[in-house]
């Protein structure tokens, strides 16, 4: 005999007089002497079973011992409800299950939460993930992961790409994370990285005339854990030969409307508008920006240029947020503290310093009653950053974001190099494959500060969802970038010989992008964090509370791998 005929969520009032088997978890268990209720659950939601020893004697039996998340199977006729004791709030609601056969198919320990409990300690729903897993709410995110996925691939078939697999066990792949690394025993003292992404081998499969290559590829970054940052990671990869920049931002956003609308929510407007970087970061102070609420930063430099005021007047770069309400003499110390916190040096409120203004600024920043003016003057890259934040903090703490809305865009036209603190020299804003805009090639070494690259981002509500580019194609371009991050002709054969070689055998041109799938779940299910749509994700500290990952191995076992330890293991 099957296990089930029917799922519990599927029984309706037209079933009545149906005999049906179920199966499922104990939900709730109600003991009323002789009857016995039981609420029956699988993912499509619950059933009533009602066990009655004038039916049953058997059933009545084994019911008094059933206690929650029991699994049981249950055979019986659908019958409806009396009137009375219909529940609305239940799709199953009008019937019940008169069960004459009941077993019990597994048993449970006493649980160390209820599923139906609120705020239990996340470490506690991952120690125990397989009953957080039974919850509606993980149900729903870790179904909706795999429609959205299921959609992207039909995006993806329908447009001719390939599905290529691509190695894990790599070099490592410059994508600004450190490598996780694997000790390999056939190879003592050798290494390889676990994939960043699969960038260079998507570029190789464009070389190798594939064309169109996608994968729903897993990542692995060494990086600290954040809402949106697990070490490992899955993102829809893909790339694309013979395109420019608008072929690849055409897929991208057909896959999110076909997940969308597999997801049955509001797809967003086709095309999702396109921002300059220089643009988000004068106007949002990010390359990243919200875009569901205004408080756009404003320019107040050149207004600034002969004032009075020491501090706007010193300053290389100030700008301003207009505030639509007014701060008390606490509140605006506590924002000038936060503004301090991330870097600037003070938070100058209009009114306080409107005394050592002029009327040109005064007129020129004029603010209506009621509102106001926080500057920020210092070094441009300063203003913007605590700006933005400042721009971010402002609208969640006033409550000016409408969180009804889906605002998905575009940044493009992103600088090919920023300046690294860490190195002192030039390095990728994107990756080192990221090819200049037309024209620019030439000045890439000449003057590296003021060329663009072919480099997009996606956002959504102020989430980045991913990145791509167009590549370079041409040997002689990838070998100039490389120099100006200070990579000499022998560190460039030894790091990435493979790929100067195939970029001198028929290298068409090339372009491509990667979206975070769980960063574009998490979203889609209004989750706030990326744990709450992937299955068995890892803690802020980086371990795994349900296995215990990672764990110490034996000085044999890492002999054998050709390690040893500095410290002695704990
Ligand atoms: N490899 C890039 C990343 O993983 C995406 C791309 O440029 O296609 O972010």
């Avoid at 990671?233 to 694309?240: A, G, N, T, V, Y």
């Avoid at 930063?297 to 301003?320: D, H, L, M, W």
């Avoid at 299910?525 to 744990?531: G, H, L, S, T």
Wanted: proline content about 5%; glycine content about 8%.
């Amino acid at each position: 005999m099957a296990w089930r005929d029917v799922m519990c969520g599927d029984l309706r009032a037209a079933d009545a007089g149906r005999r049906v088997t179920v199966a499922g978890w104990t939900d709730t268990r109600r003991d009323h002497g002789g009857l016995v209720f039981v609420d029956l659950r699988d993912h499509t939601g619950k059933v009533q079973l009602v066990i009655n020893p004038e039916h049953s004697a058997s059933a009545a039996e084994t019911a008094h011992e059933i206690r929650n998340e029991f699994v049981l199977q249950a055979t019986g006729e659908v019958v409806a409800r009396a009137p009375e004791l219909v529940n609305p709030n239940l799709p199953t609601g009008q019937i019940e299950v008169q069960v004459d056969e009941l077993r019990v198919l597994s048993r449970s320990t006493p649980l160390p939460f209820q599923l139906d409990e609120e705020n239990v300690d996340e470490t506690i729903r991952l120690r125990y993930r397989w009953l957080d897993m039974r919850t509606e709410r993980m149900q729903r995110n870790l179904r909706l992961n795999h429609t959205a996925i299921t959609a992207i691939r039909r995006v993806m078939d329908e447009r001719g790409f390939v599905d290529v697999w691509t190695p894990s066990m790599t070099r490592g792949t410059p994508e600004g994370a450190r490598d996780f690394l694997l000790p390999v025993r056939l190879q003592p003292g050798k290494f390889f990285a676990l994939a960043q992404s699969p960038q260079l081998f998507k570029q190789l499969c464009m070389v190798g005339g594939i064309d169109r290559y996608y994968q729903i590829a897993t990542c692995w970054r060494d990086e600290d854990l954040r809402a949106d940052r697990q070490f490992e990671f899955r993102q829809l990869d893909l790339e694309m030969a013979f395109v420019e920049r608008e072929d690849v931002l055409d897929v991208m956003e057909a896959c999110v409307v076909g997940a969308f609308e597999a997801a049955g929510a509001e797809p967003p407007q086709r095309p999702f508008p396109r921002l300059a970087y220089g643009d988000a970061m004068l106007r949002y102070g990010s390359d990243k920006p919200d875009l569901r609420f205004g408080l756009e930063i404003q320019e107040g430099t050149e207004v600034t240029r002969g004032s009075e005021f020491g501090v706007f007047k010193n300053a290389p770069c100030v700008r301003y947020v207009v505030v639509p309400r007014t701060f008390s003499r606490s509140e605006q110390a506590r924002l000038e503290e936060l503004a301090k916190e991330w870097g600037a040096k003070g938070l100058a409120n209009l009114t306080q310093v409107s005394k050592f203004l002029s009327e040109r600024e005064l007129e020129a920043f004029g603010v209506e009653e009621g509102s106001t003016a926080l500057f920020v003057a210092d070094e441009e890259a300063v203003v913007a950053r605590v700006l933005g934040l400042l721009r971010l903090h402002l609208a969640q703490e006033l409550g000016l974001i409408d969180t009804s809305l889906d605002v998905f865009h575009w940044v493009t036209d992103f600088p090919l190099f920023e300046h690294s603190e860490e190195y002192g020299g030039w390095t990728f804003m994107h990756h080192p494959f990221t090819a200049a805009v037309s024209g620019d090639e030439e000045r890439i070494e000449a003057d590296p500060e003021h060329v663009h690259g072919q480099h997009y981002d996606l956002i959504w509500n102020g989430w980045e969802l991913g990145s791509g580019s167009i590549r370079i194609h041409q040997v002689e371009v990838q070998q100039a970038v490389f120099r100006v991050m200070g990579m000499a002709e022998a560190e460039q054969r030894d790091k990435f010989g493979f790929l100067l070689d195939a970029l001198q055998m028929g290298a068409p041109p090339h372009g491509g992008f990667a979206m975070g799938i769980d960063r574009f779940v998490a979203l889609l299910a209004r989750e706030p964090d990326i744990r709450q749509v992937t299955a068995f994700p890892k803690i802020a500290s980086g371990a795994d509370p349900l296995t215990g990952a990672p764990t110490p191995y034996p000085d044999s076992a890492l002999h054998e791998l050709g390690i040893r330890l500095l410290d002695p293991q704990p």
